[in-house]
C-alpha cells in the first residue's frame, strides 16, 4: 500500500485521491474513512489535504486559497499581514479572482473571494515561494489598492483621511508604505475601482 503522506501538504481532488488509493477495494470507502478520522481534510466539494499530522507538514494557507476557487491570488489584509505591513492577525483568508465572489468555509478557515474586473486582474501579481511550494498573491501595492477599492463603504476621499486610514485604522507600516512601487500603483488606478482613492495613495507618496 502508498504511504498516504506521499502526497504532502498539497491539496488534491478526489479524483487524484481515488488513483492514489486505488490498491484498495474501495477507494471510495477508503476515502470515506480518511474523512472521517481527520487524517484528509475536505477544503471544498471534491477537494482535498492531508493533515499535518499526517503529512509531516504545516498547511499553507495560502496556496490552498490558490486552490479552492481560481484563478485567484491571495490579497487585502491576509497579503499585508504576509508581508509584515500590518500587526494584526487576520483570520479570513481574502483573494481576488475575475470569477464570482464567493465564501468557501472548512476545517483550515474561511477563504473569501472578491470578484474584480479582468484588466485589472493581471495587475501586480507575485509568485511567492518557499521551500515546500509556490503560490499566487498580490503585491504589497496590489493588495493595498484591492483593499481600498474592493472594500463596501471604504471611501477615503482625501489625503488626509486616507492617511488617517492607513495610520490609525489599518495600522500600516508607513515606512513599507513609501517603499511601494509608483508604477503598480498608477497602473491600478488606470485600470480599477476608486481611482480618486488610488490616486490620493500616489499623492502621499
Known amino acids: 500500500m502508498k504511504n498516504l503522506s506521499q502526497l504532502g501538504a498539497i491539496p488534491v481532488d478526489y ?4 488513483s492514489f488509493l486505488s490498491d484498495y477495494s474501495a477507494p471510495r470507502h477508503k476515502i470515506a474513512s480518511l474523512e472521517k478520522q481527520g487524517q484528509i481534510l475536505r477544503l471544498k466539494r471534491g477537494l482535498y489535504v ?4 499526517v503529512s509531516g507538514e504545516l498547511l499553507q494557507r495560502e496556496l490552498i486559497a490558490n486552490h479552492i476557487y481560481g484563478p ?3 490579497s487585502m489584509e491576509s497579503a499585508l499581514r ?3 505591513l500590518i500587526p494584526e492577525s487576520v483570520y479570513v483568508v481574502k483573494s481576488m479572482t475575475t470569477k464570482r465572489s464567493r465564501s468557501f ?13 479582468p484588466n485589472y486582474y493581471s495587475t501586480g501579481i507575485n509568485l511567492e515561494s518557499n521551500d515546500k511550494c509556490s503560490f499566487l498573491m498580490a503585491s504589497p501595492e496590489k493588495a493595498l489598492c484591492d483593499l481600498i477599492a ?4 471604504l471611501r477615503p476621499r482625501f489625503v488626509k483621511s486616507l492617511r488617517l486610514f492607513l495610520e490609525e485604522d ?5 515606512d513599507g508604505f513609501y517603499k511601494m512601487d509608483v508604477e503598480i500603483l498608477r497602473e491600478c488606478a488606470e485600470n480599477g ?6 490616486n490620493n495613495l500616489l499623492k502621499l507618496l
Open 150 to 153: 474592493y472594500t463596501p463603504k
Open 50 to 53: 492531508l493533515s499535518p499530522e
Open 105 to 117: 468555509e472548512n476545517a483550515i478557515g474561511r477563504f473569501d473571494y472578491t470578484l474584480c474586473e
Open 72 to 74: 485567484s491570488y491571495v
Open 15 to 18: 479524483a487524484v485521491l481515488e
Open 170 to 174: 489599518l495600522r500600516l507600516d508607513m
Open 82 to 84: 504576509y508581508y509584515g
Open 193 to 198: 475601482r476608486k481611482k480618486n482613492e488610488i
